[in-house]
């Protein structure tokens, strides 16, 4: 086999699409729902096809990276309101969602012709500390301000997909205020950007992280960069700032179909829907809070019987 990093003919080993680290973090979260293969299955997501050298040695810097990261910022929940400052590596931070994408594009058989040799040499390479122009990525928290409890999707800390759905407008086109009726637009308006190659979205529990591939020679990116700075509830990370500030990126619908990004008015109508549902049923959390509390209690006792 010739390894996917490298290039080298050798034998090959499983390589974690997500890094093992990350997985490790949450062994609560011990099935693996394969939506391209439709399987459920208990064992890690892997990718066969990294020689020993690159899997071990090679690109594990990426992983002690991001375990480090999550571990420090995103085990936690967040409140709605929620206002986190996070010190990062911005050229680790590319590294690592590079690499999961890659991985699972290899996973699906899918094209992974943006990871040409000046990308993995990227990947390989632990001293290159500059980030990639044509690279960008956005962070937000995910917070379920929805009244479905976390468990009831299935217990989905870790997710990722390709090709997240950035809406051109608001989901919801209007609130009736007198009557409490909601219009839904139909269809859904879709944004696309020229010169984009390759997007995935990866949600790390309450930590969500958008990656966007560009065309280096695209003469619309800054463009693209400016509406989508103007236009999501994410924070764009940046090469010179090793801080920056993460506030909610969800809203009630958006946190359970997580591929979906709203607009940021999409956001606000939302979170006024779900103020109307809050304030006209006249009841406190308290059926909520107790909900989540035994949901926390089965969470520790999984997290026991599966312990990594
Ligand atoms: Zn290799």
Redesign the pocket.
């Known amino acids: 086999m010739r390894?996917a990093?490298?290039?080298?003919e050798?034998k090959a080993t499983r390589e974690h699409i997500i890094s093992s680290g990350i997985l490790d973090l949450f062994p609560e979260c011990f099935l693996t729902f394969d939506g391209n293969h439709k399987v459920i299955h208990q064992a890690d997501p892997m990718v066969k096809d990294?020689?020993a050298?690159?899997n071990n040695d090679?690109i594990s810097y990426i992983d002690s990276y991001a375990k480090q990261i999550v571990q420090q910022y995103f085990l936690r929940k967040y409140e709605a309101d929620s206002v986190v400052e996070i010190e990062y590596n911005y050229t680790l931070l590319q590294k690592m969602l590079l690499k999961y994408a890659f991985n699972d594009l290899r996973a699906r058989q899918d094209d992974i012709s943006f990871f040409n040799k000046d990308v993995l040499g990227f990947l390989l390479n632990e001293d290159i500390a500059k980030p990639m122009d044509n690279v960008t990525v956005l962070a937000g928290l995910a917070v379920n301000t929805s009244p479905a409890p976390d468990f009831m999707f299935g217990n989905l800390k870790l997710q990722w997909c390709k090709s997240p759905v950035f809406m051109a407008n608001s989901m919801v086109e209007n609130i009736d205020y007198t009557t409490g009726q909601i219009r839904i637009r139909e269809p859904f308006e879709v944004e696309t950007f020229e010169g984009l190659l390759l997007s995935y979205i990866f949600r790390f529990n309450s930590g969500q992280f958008i990656l966007l591939c560009w065309d280096k020679d695209s003469p619309k990116l800054e463009q693209n960069l400016t509406v989508i700075k103007l236009q999501y509830p994410y924070t764009m990370l940046h090469l010179n700032e090793k801080t920056s500030t993460l506030e909610r990126c969800t809203n009630e619908a958006t946190y359970h179909r997580f591929q979906l990004v709203d607009v940021n008015w999409g956001n606000g109508i939302m979170d006024e829907i779900s103020t109307m549902r809050r304030l006209a049923s006249g009841s406190d959390n308290e059926t909520m809070e107790k909900l989540n509390d035994s949901w926390q209690k089965e969470e520790a006792r999984l997290a026991e019987e599966h312990c990594r």
Do not use: K
């Open positions: 390894c990093y490298c290039g080298r050798s990294v020689c050298a690159c090679r």
